[in-house]
């Protein structure tokens, strides 16, 4: 395919001569006085704005040389003027030009007018090739300026696309926000559930407690009684059983809640000063009866470096040493079991020391020690059956121990016995701290006074227990089944000390102890009530729970109770409570006056 | 005779445009669109990643860093280039097939020649962006290629017929097929969601007057259309249909500056060889 032309494609539109006619017209302008004719290759004549006249064979003859020559050709116009021919390679086209201003010597080649009338060609031409260039400007200027707008428009484009790429990210941010805001409220709701639902268990486990505690309280009282009686020596033998069961089962249902308070986090230690070798030599003292008959010895030593008195728990640093002491002795036949407390090194003004309960029983195999300390395991599932026990003491123990900043490890032989032993910092108990366990023990030496005691307790077999070992101990008893009713008792009785069942139906015993110290403390309500009137000092008040856990013992020194006791009632515990807390020397005149 | 949608459904079964250009151009139509949308739907294709990357790292965008992400690539080439460069892909594939009759070839080499002119009046002469014009060039004899698929034998009685002189080729049509390829070229462009003005200038690009001002599409097609004929840059031989009073009138005036486009389209069909056919 040939290339393309203007010409060619819109050859319908234009005058061939059209580009002539334009250059004509610029001389035109530029040499005012002169005459012109072009002719084109086609042969077209074309004539300039001042006619020049020429016969047709006189003009194609002068073409013909102007062609062929290299420069201006002379000739005559019809007028006799004269005229020149030159040939214009660019156009393809011969000029014929007259002008009367030019002389004839002028038209020499090389002269002046011929210069200039080449020059003048050439500026005509340039200017018809300026048009163009003028148009290719502008077709660029167009361009450019499209250019322009499309960089603004894309700039705007951008603008415009990142406003909406803002508008959705904080969409995307909102929705983000809701449905975090959400899932919070969800794990909120669902945290509440489950705090709720864990307070729950843990009212559960306190009520399980009571319900536990009051028929053991039942079984071991009365067994106990039952064993005082008149009795064969194979009832006096069964009796027996079963109050070694009861304590068994009391054991472990103490274990079993120790553990879930540890578990809960809800156990605290208690931080009083007691003697710690009272502590080790009553444990030591535990274990000699049972090791005598079996031929074991038990020994306890502690480092003479220790303090004898120091801060503490002593319950809980007591249920660990029995525990593993307890441990010890089942698995022991033949040799000894040592309670040990060593001097390990003094930092930051506490005593670390070490406790070990050392035997010389079966041992643990290796591979078996880690599962010693988990819960309901022993070590080997066939010592359940041979000695008994729960599995639970010692993962009692190693929490306790974790509890008092220690580690509980074990170290073990088969066959030649194992030790247990942990390391704690010891804290000196400051000497002007007087033991409250001192004081109890001081109470104890107090003479036995007899006196009327007021039993409130709901239970009917509880009643009948307590009121038992009550009277056995040489005291009056009077009866009531609730709070209301120990009130009403007060106001026509004088009674020397109070046993307050806590949970009752009714008036429980915390609200009636709030009543009663509320009561003394009005002279004109006072009145009303024998058995407070004439008291010099408020009326002893023993609170008897179910519920062994700390905050139900501050529960009940809140309402003003003196002391404190747990079921079941242990005979022991009662007496030594009784005898504590009865007021001392009570005058006749002012017992029941009535 | 069918009618010109009946030929577009019996098409239309036959062939659909590409899932991309279908989606590139309802996002060009969407102002809330943005370039990560276009983004999206590009990086789908790996061939159009390739000629996007082309495109932009030309000489053309005369860019000082070169261009290798994507979504770089889409901002700097602008959304209707993207839809240009997508749809010359689409459609390429549709104009296969040679035969002494019709030539699908040649009648691509008709649409990318009357899309440059297309593109070089617009811009050069009225000062305007050239992209949709270029688009509506590249398109605007489509109808022929629904034709040919749908009723070939139809449309080579047409085209002999034209030949041979017994009236415009749209005339031949309507009287062999029952339709005539700018009502069928527009009518699928119409589905495809183009721009109104591309789609009339579909419509009218055979059409002896031209109602429409001299800087509309429709005038710029048909002018591209007359020139790239003359070109002989035309799939049917027959009398070429002169070009409508006003338009001629136009190009008498502006004389030069057609001088110009015929000087430079050489060069700008080499160029836009290279921008979309360089793989080739």
């Not at chain 1, 000029?95 to 500026?123: F, H, K």
């Not at chain 1, 009391?250 to 986090?265: F, P, Y």
């Not at chain 1, 000699?288 to 809980?316: F, L």
């Amino acid at each position: 395919m040939t290339e393309p032309t203007f010409d060619t494609i819109f050859d319908d539109l234009i005058d061939a001569n059209e580009e002539l006619q334009g250059f004509l017209a610029i001389l035109d302008a530029l040499l005012p006085e002169a005459s012109m004719l072009l002719v084109s290759e086609a042969g077209a004549v074309l004539e300039g704005a001042r006619p020049l006249t020429l016969a047709p064979p006189v003009r194609e003859k002068l073409v013909r040389e102007a062609r062929a020559a290299d420069g201006f050709v002379a000739g005559k116009a019809d007028n006799g003027a004269r005229c020149h021919a030159v040939y214009l390679a660019k156009l393809s086209a011969v000029l014929i030009i007259a002008c009367a201003a030019a002389l004839e010597d002028d038209w020499e080649p090389g002269s002046a007018i011929t210069s200039l009338l080449r020059n003048t060609l050439e500026l005509a031409q340039y200017r018809q090739e300026r048009e163009m260039l003028v148009a290719d400007h502008e077709q660029s200027v167009r361009q450019i300026n499209i250019l322009q707008q499309q960089h603004g428009k894309l700039i705007e484009d951008n603008y415009r696309q990142y406003r909406l790429n803002q508008d959705r990210e904080k969409e995307y941010a909102r929705k983000l926000e809701s449905e975090i805001a959400k899932q919070t409220a969800e794990l909120r709701e669902a945290n509440a559930r489950l705090e709720e639902i864990s307070r729950l268990k843990s009212d559960f486990l306190a009520n399980m407690s009571h319900e536990l505690r009051t028929p053991m309280n039942a079984i071991i009282g009365f067994s106990e009684l039952l064993s005082e009686t008149p009795l064969a020596e194979e009832q006096l033998d069964y009796t027996r059983t079963i109050a070694q069961s009861a304590t068994s089962l009391l054991t472990l249902i103490n274990d079993i809640l120790d553990l879930a308070k540890i578990e809960a986090g809800k156990l605290e230690l208690e931080r009083l000063p007691f003697d710690l070798a009272e502590v080790v030599g009553n444990v030591a003292a535990m274990f000699k009866i049972p090791a005598r008959e079996k031929g074991v010895v038990v020994a306890s030593r502690i480092d003479r470096r220790i303090p004898k008195r120091i801060m503490g728990d002593s319950n809980r640093l007591r249920q660990v040493l029995i525990n593993l002491a307890g441990n010890a002795m089942k698995f022991t036949e033949q040799g000894g079991i040592d309670i040990l407390v060593d001097y390990e090194r003094e930092a930051a003004g506490q005593i670390v020391s070490r406790f070990s309960v050392r035997d010389s029983g079966i041992g643990i195999p290796a591979d078996r020690v880690e599962a010693i300390f988990e819960k309901f395991t022993q070590a080997d599932g066939s010592t359940t059956r041979k000695y008994g026990g729960t599995g639970l003491g010692l993962a009692i123990c190693l929490q306790l121990v974790e509890l008092m900043g220690g580690h509980l490890m074990v170290a073990s032989e088969v066959g030649k016995g194992s030790t247990f032993s942990f390391v704690i910092p010891l804290e000196e108990a400051p000497a002007e701290i007087i033991s409250i366990a001192e004081h109890k023990e001081a109470g104890r030496e107090k003479i036995f006074s007899g006196g009327r005691i007021l039993l409130v307790e709901d239970n009917a077999v509880n009643q009948r227990l307590a009121g038992i070992l009550i009277t056995r101990e040489g005291y009056e008893v009077e009866v009531a089944s609730d709070g209301a009713e120990a009130l009403e008792h007060l106001r026509h009785q004088t009674f020397d000390l109070v046993l307050m069942d806590v949970q009752m139906p009714n008036m429980d015993g915390m609200e009636a102890t709030r009543r009663i110290r509320k009561i003394e403390a009005d002279p004109a309500l006072r009145q009303g009530y024998v058995g407070l009137r004439n008291l010099q000092q408020p009326l002893v008040i023993v609170g008897l729970t179910a519920h062994a856990r700390k905050e139900d013992e501050t529960a009940c020194y809140e309402a003003g109770m003196n002391g404190f006791l747990t079921k079941p009632i242990i005979k022991a515990k009662l007496v030594m409570i009784l005898s504590e807390m009865m007021p001392p020397a009570t005058c006749p005149e002012n017992k029941d006056p009535a | 005779m069918p009618s010109a949608k009946d030929i577009i459904r019996k098409f239309t079964e036959l062939k659909t445009l590409p899932h991309v250009a279908i989606k590139v151009t309802q996002l060009v139509n969407d102002d809330r669109s943005t370039m990560q949308d276009f983004e999206e739907i590009i990086k789908l294709d790996p061939v159009l990643v390739t000629r996007l990357l082309r495109l932009v790292n030309s000489p053309y965008f005369g860019l000082s860093q070169k261009v290798e992400s994507i979504s770089k690539a889409v901002v700097f080439a602008g959304m209707r280039q993207l839809r240009n460069l997508v749809a010359v892909e689409a459609l390429r594939g549709m104009f296969k097939g040679d035969d002494a009759d019709f030539s699908a070839q040649k009648l691509w080499l008709h649409s990318a020649t009357v899309a440059i002119l297309s593109g070089m009046i617009a811009k050069r002469i009225f000062g305007k962006d050239g992209e949709d014009v270029f688009l509506a060039g590249i398109i605007h004899d489509i109808g022929l290629i629904v034709e040919n698929q749908v009723a070939g034998e139809q449309l080579r009685e047409a085209c002999k017929a034209f030949r041979e002189g017994k009236g415009p080729l749209t005339e031949c049509e309507r009287n062999a097929i029952g339709a005539d390829h700018a009502e069928v070229g527009y009518l699928l462009a119409k589905t495809w969601g183009l721009p109104q003005d591309v789609l009339s200038s579909i419509k009218s690009h055979h059409l002896s007057k031209q109602g429409k001002a001299v800087s509309s599409t429709g005038s710029i097609l048909q002018l591209a259309e007359f020139m790239a004929g003359k070109m002989q840059y035309w799939p049917i031989a027959g009398p070429i249909e002169p070009l409508p009073p006003e338009l001629a009138e136009h190009v008498k005036e502006k004389m030069a500056d057609y001088k110009i486009i015929i000087r430079d389209l050489p060069g700008e069909m080499t160029k836009a060889k290279e921008l979309y056919e360089s793989d080739e």
